[in-house]
DNA sequence: CTGTTAGCGCATTCAT
DNA sequence: ATGAATGCGCTAACAG
């Protein structure tokens, strides 16, 4: 590994005394300040090359009173949304100066706190929170000294700025684009109804079967978000709904499991049944066979827009307030229009 | 959102004054240094919760020379192993006062470049570096001012200090669980040849049935880490030998793809063939029908055990040298033991 | 036990 | 164009 160090690393005094000159001068040469000689500045830097000089953002901020850094608090980083969410802001900071801390507060609140504290005594200069659902969370609170961004689950204060995707308008276009294929006999299987996120896709879904003029075939059908679900909640559905040609899954994990047992009836998918699923999780979607057609979130987005709105909140800005639901975009593959091969 | 404060935030000076002491004694009563007397640390307590103080760790870094604060330099955010590894580091810092600066070069060694430097300007303590295959990466050199572990992608510099899974023992005890079964006509598929990990669990898998004295069903199919590539190559391998009855898979894609072909077959899973396979993902192993049998390389421990070196590093200690192989460990489920249901 | 003094490394006045 | 002085907020050494 890397050798410690012997020494102190070089500061700018060292600098400044190997390139004949004030601190305050090789200060401006290497800001590239204007009031500083070419030859100077040149001088200057090449001292600085020679003692492989990296200058202190420590003592930048200290006297700046800006870190540029932001703190990313997670509930937890297992969470498949989270991830994107993360990369997203990642990349709208990584491309400037600064940098993200990422705390895990594994779900568990008092470590929250803990963690919120911490990024606090740092002086990060501001905050994302990101959830796991789209259920409300717990307001970090109004009295904070820097700007919070909510993602993914939105705060339950309303003055709070929350950025989460739009459920609903998912189950709607994965409706509609079913109908737009000519279905009319469709269905929906989806998750844990206590989730928001299923409970808006179902009515983003009832929303266009009516707009249709269309009877759903049954009631949704909550249960888990898993494969296991998804197979059986199939079988049960063509027993009582032979001729079905459509259905909405909640998750792509549904969709397998609803591809698996139509499989087992023999029955094709797109041919006989078309289906749209959501979350567009690509190790799913496109190991399925067919693969699969799937509502995206576009969490990279967000997670990019939450930094961005981070970044006006820093120069001044206000950064707004209340739920801001995002688009989402139907990805077309082969589970509902079959691909010429 | 939080308001911004419209003044500055409390500093210690503005305790010690409410508090009627001075600063010194204000920044030993708050640290719970003994040198204190009860009543007066009680009330410069009073006035620092007064006042929400939260202390600047900026300046307190900018003296004592420790940020408490850790880099993890990752090539690609992506990368299902990544975040495991990420939680367990996040995880070993997160339990004591350290904090961790995520950064992704989104694979571009400019990118890398420009990342590690601006870690070394925030002057942090010690840096991970996380790869996403366990092909061995460029050393970061032999001359940073801080200490660091190579994670999951070794070092191609043996002076560095490296974790990565024991893929070949993966293959080893992957291929000994279905020796144990009683299997004894094993093949193997598995991904891309290029990965090392490819080749180290298929140098794994031919070292266990040699020692069994049994030769492998043909030689290792290389290919993709795919799912379409499991289902091809199981077609290409049932119609050449039939009678496999065991099938030890790169990963867990592959062998859904497997396990895919073979109910096309007829062919019952694990009673005519028994399959193990590697990564042990979750949500594809468990989905899967059966479940499957998998290696897991258990990388949250390899995260922690990256950063409790970071940390012996940083407490003097030497980090050590040379690429460490990690065990992994078989998860048993379904798709080698029939469970009883 | 408490207060005074002295920096940590840097950017910014304000002179020169 | 350059430099001396000041202080960001805190801790450590020392003196009382």
Chains 1, 2 share one sequence.
Request: with cysteine; charged share 25%.
């Amino acid at each position: 590994m890397a050798e410690k160090s012997p020494q102190r690393r070089a500061t700018l005094r060292d600098v400044a005394r190997d390139a004949g000159v004030s601190v305050a001068t090789a200060s401006k040469a290497l800001n590239g300040r204007k009031e500083v000689a070419e030859d100077t500045r040149q001088r200057v830097r090449e001292a600085a090359e020679a003692l492989r000089f990296t200058p202190n953002s420590v003592a930048r901020s200290l006297l700046t009173r800006r870190t540029g850094t932001v703190g990313l608090l997670t509930g937890d980083l297992e969470g498949r949304f989270v991830i994107p969410i993360l990369m997203g802001a990642e990349d709208a900071f990584g491309a400037g100066r600064n940098n993200v801390f990422l705390c895990d507060a594994r779900g568990d609140s008092i470590r929250e706190r803990y963690h919120l504290n911490a990024l606090l005594e740092r002086r990060v200069d501001g905050i994302i929170v990101v959830g796991r659902q789209t259920d409300p969370r717990p307001s970090l609170g109004q009295d904070l000294p820097v700007p919070v961004v909510y993602a993914y689950a939105p705060s339950d204060d309303p003055r709070d700025l929350s950025l989460t995707p739009d459920n609903e308008s998912g189950g709607k276009i994965a409706t509609e684009h079913l109908l737009s294929l000519g279905r009319m006999r469709i269905a929906h299987i989806t998750g844990d109804p206590q989730y928001v996120a299923a409970r808006d896709r179902a009515r983003g879904f009832i929303g266009a079967m009516r707009a249709a003029g269309l009877e759903p075939c049954g009631q949704p059908m909550f249960a888990a978000w898993t494969e296991q679900w998804g197979r059986d909640a199939a079988a049960a559905l063509f027993e009582q709904y032979p001729n079905v040609d459509g259905v909405v899954c909640g998750s792509d994990q549904i969709a397998r499991g609803v591809i698996d047992t139509l499989r087992d009836l023999g029955r094709s998918v797109p041919d006989d049944v078309a289906i749209v699923s959501h979350d567009n999780w690509e190790v799913l979607a496109t190991g399925s066979r067919p693969t699969l057609t799937s509502v995206d979130a576009n969490l990279q987005d967000l997670g990019r827009l939450a930094a961005r709105k981070l970044f006006d909140a820093l120069s001044g800005e206000d950064v707004g307030s209340g739920v801001h639901r995002l688009p989402v975009t139907l990805v077309t593959r082969g589970s509902s229009v079959r691909s010429r091969a």
